[in-house]
């Protein structure tokens, strides 16, 4: 495994649509080993393929139960409401408030390229929405209630 470069909010990368994934191919398992590094190393509970530069859609969340990796992720259900600060890798320091539904159940592939489904609720709802906008190239400050603000330190 090897830790990537996040891409940081301004590259342009980070607005192109990603392509779905046709073949999980070494190149797609070791991008996903990488970015799970990545994700780790940054300390963040979600990471998308293009914040390290690739046009693949593709994420890994970990909100301390465990890595999920979700390869070609469709969000099909959607519940309720929730608004919290969020954060993103891609605009380290910042953070705003967004609303997201406060259930989801997303529809992906996992490694072995078998279909599964992941349901969320909380955090691990608002990590869903916020990692799958990042394949259509919508970061969470599109979609912030408030102007974006430097993280207190010490958090
Ligand atoms: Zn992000």
Redesign the pocket.
């Known amino acids: 495994m090897a830790k990537r470069n996040i891409r940081l909010n301004g590259d342009e990368i980070l607005r192109k649509v990603c392509k779905p994934v046709k073949n999980i191919t070494h190149s797609v398992i070791t991008l996903i080993d990488d970015m799970a590094e990545t994700m780790y190393d940054a300390n963040g509970v979600?990471l998308?393929a293009p914040?390290v530069g690739i046009l693949k859609r593709i994420v890994v969340i970990d909100i301390g139960e465990g890595l999920v990796e979700l390869i070609n992720p469709e969000v099909i259900e959607k519940k309720g409401s929730q608004t919290n600060d969020e954060g993103?890798?891609?605009l380290p320091g910042y953070v705003a408030p967004v609303e997201r539904p406060e259930y989801v159940k997303v529809k992906a592939l996992n490694r072995k390229g078998e279909e599964i489904i992941v349901e969320g609720e909380g955090l691990m709802a608002v990590a869903l929405c916020?990692?799958t906008d990042?394949l259509d190239g919508v970061?969470?400050i599109d979609k912030a209630l408030d102007e974006i603000a430097p993280v207190e330190k010490g958090i």
């Open positions: 979600g998308a914040q993103c890798l891609s916020h990692e990042h970061l969470y």
